[in-house]
């Protein structure tokens, strides 16, 4: 019979969770007015953008007359709301905020090692990969990246720096190709699924 794969049952899993803190927040608005913002300026990280963001805008579409989306770095960061460029993000940045602002974690994803098959048969353990095959990187300016560095500084494994790419869709096609191996996680998989 048809059924999910591991992969597939974990995402399942985290859109729900999504959904719940959604309909929450759909509510949470509607007790304190009855009429739609003017204008709703979202930041969005761009593989929750890709992925579930469609239906999220479609659940809220009346909390706004006007909505503005950005999925790019730049205005995905903490930053960006601390300046009013925006004034919702869905992030991974986990940079402090003040206490003016609310945060309220939605969604907590693993990280995965992706290695291509002809990599994965004889290399099983992240010392054995560093020197098999190179480890293609995402951009040290992404959030992803910062924390993979950081994890990878906290093992004192320091893989050469070949490939470094800014998107999941790049970094997850090098990998495709048996180019090298990543770590990476699940909605940047399933992102990456919906672009190929």
């Not at 007790?31 to 809220?60: C, D, F, H, M, W």
């Not at 006007?66 to 940045?93: H, K, M, N, P, Y």
């Not at 940079?95 to 099983?124: C, D, M, Q, T, W």
Request: glycine share 6%; aromatic share 8%; with cysteine.
């Amino acid at each position: 019979p048809l059924k999910l794969t591991l992969l597939g049952d974990i995402i399942y899993k985290r859109t729900v969770e999504i959904l719940a803190k959604v309909q929450d927040l759909d509510r949470a608005v509607k007790l304190q007015t009855n009429e739609a913002i003017p204008l709703l300026r979202l930041g969005i990280a761009n593989t929750v953008a890709s992925t579930v963001g469609p239906y999220l805008v479609r659940k809220l579409d009346a909390l706004a007359a006007q909505w503005t989306i950005w999925s790019g770095f730049a205005e995905t960061g903490v930053q960006s709301l601390v300046e009013r460029r925006i004034d919702f993000v869905i992030t991974a940045d986990d940079s402090p905020i003040g206490p003016e602002f609310i945060n309220v974690p939605i969604l907590e994803e693993p990280y995965l090692l992706v290695v291509p098959e002809k990599i994965a048969e004889s290399h099983r353990t992240l010392d054995t990969l560093v020197g098999a095959a190179p480890f293609i990187r995402y951009g040290s300016h992404t959030f992803i990246g910062q924390a993979i560095d950081a994890y990878f500084q906290r093992c004192g494994l320091v893989p050469p720096n070949r490939y470094r790419l800014d998107t999941s869709d790049a970094v997850l096609g090098m990998v495709d190709e048996a180019l090298g191996w990543t770590i990476s996680t699940p909605l940047s998989i399933l992102k990456a699924r919906f672009v190929s």
